[in-house]
T-cell receptor, first 114, second 114 residues
């Protein structure tokens, strides 16, 4: 099925561990982004990419790295996990050119850092 | 840059009663507006959008929203809610001048009770 696939769905990390959240889309969308969702704070943009080889920071980028080597994949790396990074992470993609296509969201990764 | 305010964090309502979820935005440029819905433990799904034309837009499941430029609002309404409408609702905005960075409100939890 076409869409945005996120793995894993759940993850528990210990403080200081590193991990990569995977995001893949098969719609040939040029724009991809990562959001974190926290209670009472809505969705906040972490990083985004407008195409392969191009990434930029969003609202809350500290502690996270991204790369975009292909159009399909946009992994999010936590270099040294902290309890403050406990959250639900969503990947989203869209066509570029205009903003009115809206986003397609993945089903999310629920991360707990202990 | 744009911003979105959803003043109501929670809205309890009885089944078959009407509901309004409020959304106000701030922007120095023209905008596109969206409502997304998130059912428990799922990702976000597009509910409806305003791009241009008629200021009243409707979804397939009975929700409607009206774009009011003078009041910078995009309130979501439904004349008669169902238990299955229980979800979190996010208002989002993006400038019409290009780019894909969607800005979300903090969300409103709609809880429909019998």
């Amino acid at each position: 099925n076409a869409g945005v696939t996120q793995t894993p769905k759940f993850q528990v990390l210990k403080t200081g561990q590193s991990m990569t959240l995977q995001c893949a889309q098969d719609m040939n969308h040029e724009y991809m982004s990562w959001y974190r969702q926290d209670p009472g704070m809505g969705l906040r943009l972490i990083h985004y990419s407008v195409g392969a080889g191009i990434t930029d920071q969003g609202e809350v980028p500290n502690g996270y790295n991204v790369s975009r080597s292909t159009t399909e994949d946009f992994p999010l790396r936590l270099l040294s996990a902290a309890p403050s990074q406990t959250s639900v992470y969503f990947c989203a993609s869209s066509r570029t050119g205009t903003g009115f296509y809206g986003y397609t969201f993945g089903s999310g990764t629920r991360l707990t850092v202990v | 840059a744009q911003s979105v305010t959803q003043l109501d964090s929670q809205v309890p309502v009885f089944e078959e009663a009407p509901v309004e979820l409020r959304c106000n935005y701030s922007s120095s440029v023209s905008v596109y507006l969206f409502w997304y819905v998130q059912y428990p433990n799922q990702g976000l799904q597009l509910l409806l959008k305003y791009l241009s034309g008629s200021t009243l837009v409707e979804s397939i499941n009975g929700f409607e929203a009206e774009f009011n430029k003078s009041q910078t609002s995009f309130h979501l309404r439904k004349p008669s809610v169902h238990i299955s409408d229980t979800a979190e609702y996010f208002c989002a905005v993006i400038g019409t001048g290009g780019g894909n960075k969607l800005t979300f409100g903090t969300g409103t939890q709609l809880k429909v009770e019998l």
